[in-house]
């Protein structure tokens, strides 16, 4: 039983690492901030303070003396990064120094893993002190690039098209604008350009891990190949109830089925025990039931009846009574048997006498012996197996019986 129950022990434990090993996300999120910050994991990492294998190249980030989290862009420099939406593979960047117009007059996305989703075309102007038009919703004040003597304005170019610049106006750049899906709805006007960028990106692909509540990281400790990990619930994972069913219910049939077999050798052992011996004198099966009666015999009637003393040849008048009915043992040699005088029928000396102690008929006939009528006699019985004319002499000569008034 140990031998069978130890390998499927094994197979349980190694089967229930395995799923916690699947189950486990070796890298944990980190912040800069934790109060403020966004949650930095897979694919993003803080360099020079998380593994390399729990981001992904060109997700590096890290964290200024003001704790903020700063993703540097290969072309555009550092933007700090406000939030990171995992299931849309989407981050949302504005400028460290709180003036992201000068920013985005040289933006560029090139050489990064990220790029622009809802993108629209803004012109900016320079204009001089004195022009007060810009109140109007075709225009945006850039007060952080503006001057004592001098105010910069940023129109939505599909309003400069059909609107001419002003006199007083002059023509600085025309860019391309990674605009937030909110902000980007409004085509016909011009938005303020504080707002944060909205990037995306497509590689690693973790939109369909992430919509189902799980984290995306390597598989493997070398190797490309991405996995998707279940972050730990209230209560027992999965992988450790199905560990557990396993546990429970291998040993469990086993102890059944174990149990089951023993039971059925009991019950065959008991019916085996309620069948006859076949080494059993056939007289056993014909005899009828022991009624102890109360009015057994006494002694000195019982010693009153006849004794004989096997001799080697154990031959008796009859040569069925080989087997004492009593304790249906073989009658050996120097035995002594007690007859009943009645019936004849011969059993050995102890065992008749504790039957008729009991009961006052005899064991095999159930006739009831008359006392008065018994005559005590004591034999001794000795048959040579090959009879001669001078071993009869002496077999004669051996028996004696002695007589009791």
């Given at each position: 039983?140990?031998?069978?129950?130890?390998?499927i022990?094994?197979?349980?434990?190694?089967?229930?690492?395995?799923?916690?090993?699947?189950s486990?996300?070796?890298?944990?999120?980190?912040?800069?901030?934790?109060?403020?910050g966004?949650?930095?994991?897979?694919p993003?990492?803080?360099?020079?303070r998380s593994?390399a294998r729990?981001?992904?190249p060109?997700?590096?980030?890290?964290?200024?003396?003001?704790n903020?989290?700063i993703?540097s862009?290969p072309?555009s420099?550092e933007?700090?990064?406000?939030?990171?939406d995992?299931?849309a593979?989407?981050?949302?960047?504005?400028?460290p120094?709180?003036?992201l117009?000068?920013r985005i007059?040289?933006?560029?996305?090139?050489g990064?893993?990220f790029?622009?989703v809802?993108m629209?075309?803004?012109t900016?102007?320079?204009?001089?002190s004195?022009?007060?038009?810009?109140t109007?919703?075709?225009?945006?004040?850039?007060?952080?690039l503006?001057?004592?003597?001098y105010?910069?304005?940023?129109?939505?170019?599909?309003?400069?098209?059909?609107?001419?610049?002003?006199?007083?106006?002059?023509?600085i750049?025309?860019?391309?604008?990674p605009m937030?899906?909110t902000?980007?709805?409004f085509?016909?006007?011009s938005m303020?350009?504080?707002?944060?960028?909205e990037l995306?990106w497509n590689?690693p692909?973790?939109?369909?891990?992430?919509s189902?509540?799980g984290?995306?990281?390597?598989k493997?400790?070398?190797g490309?190949?991405?996995?998707?990990?279940?972050?730990a619930?209230?209560?027992l994972?999965?992988?450790?109830?199905?560990g557990?069913?396993?546990?429970?219910?291998i040993?469990g049939?086993?102890?059944i089925?174990?149990?089951?077999?023993?039971?059925?050798?009991?019950?065959?052992?008991?019916?085996?025990?309620?069948?006859?011996h076949?080494?059993?004198?056939?007289?056993?099966?014909?005899q009828r039931?022991?009624?102890?009666?109360?009015s057994?015999?006494?002694?000195p009637?019982?010693?009153?009846?006849?004794?004989?003393?096997l001799?080697?040849?154990?031959?008796?008048?009859?040569?069925?009574d080989?087997?004492?009915?009593?304790?249906?043992?073989?009658?050996q040699?120097?035995e002594?048997?007690?007859?009943?005088?009645?019936?004849?029928h011969?059993f050995h000396?102890?065992?008749?006498?504790?039957?008729?102690?009991?009961n006052?008929?005899?064991?095999?006939?159930?006739?009831?012996?008359?006392?008065s009528?018994?005559?005590?006699?004591s034999?001794?019985?000795?048959?040579?197996?090959?009879?001669?004319?001078?071993?009869?002499?002496?077999?004669?000569?051996?028996?004696?019986?002695?007589?009791r008034?």
């Open positions: 039983m140990n031998t069978t129950i130890s390998p022990i094994l197979t349980i434990f190694s089967f229930f690492a395995i799923i916690r090993a699947l486990a996300n070796p890298c944990k999120p980190d912040y800069c901030d934790t109060s403020l966004p949650e930095i994991r897979f993003f990492r803080i360099a020079n593994p729990c981001g992904y060109g997700f590096d980030l890290h964290c200024n003396t003001q903020q989290t993703l862009l072309h420099g933007f700090v990064v406000d939030h990171i995992y299931s593979q989407a981050l949302f960047i504005n400028d120094d709180s003036c117009p000068a007059l040289n933006f560029s996305l090139s990064s893993r790029r622009g809802y629209r075309n803004y900016f102007l320079n204009c001089s004195d022009y007060l038009d810009y109007s919703a075709r225009y945006m004040p850039m007060f952080c503006s001057g004592s003597n105010t910069v304005l940023a129109m939505n170019s599909h309003l400069s098209a059909a609107a001419e610049v002003p006199a007083s106006c002059r023509r750049k025309t860019v391309l604008v937030q899906w902000v980007s709805q085509y016909w006007s303020d350009l504080r707002e944060d960028l995306i590689e692909e973790c939109l369909r891990c992430e189902e509540g984290v995306c990281g390597y493997r400790d070398s490309p190949e991405i996995g998707c990990y279940r972050p619930r209230s209560g994972p999965r992988g450790a109830k199905y557990i069913i396993i546990g429970v219910g040993p049939l086993v102890c089925v174990g149990l089951a077999c023993y039971a059925c050798g009991m019950i065959r052992s008991f019916a085996l025990r309620g069948r006859p076949p080494n059993l004198p056939t007289t056993f099966s014909d039931p022991v009624i102890r009666s109360a057994g015999l006494d002694g009637t019982i010693e009153s009846y006849p004794t004989t003393i001799g080697e040849s154990r031959r008796l008048p009859k040569t069925s080989g087997t004492c009915p009593i304790c249906l043992s073989d009658y040699p120097k002594t048997l007690r007859s009943i005088p009645e019936c004849n011969y000396a102890d065992c008749i006498g504790e039957w008729l102690k009991l006052g008929t005899c064991p095999l006939c159930r006739n009831s012996p008359e006392s009528e018994a005559t005590p006699c034999s001794i019985l000795s048959i040579s197996p090959s009879p001669s004319p001078s071993s009869s002499s002496s077999s004669s000569a051996s028996m004696t019986s002695t007589r008034e």
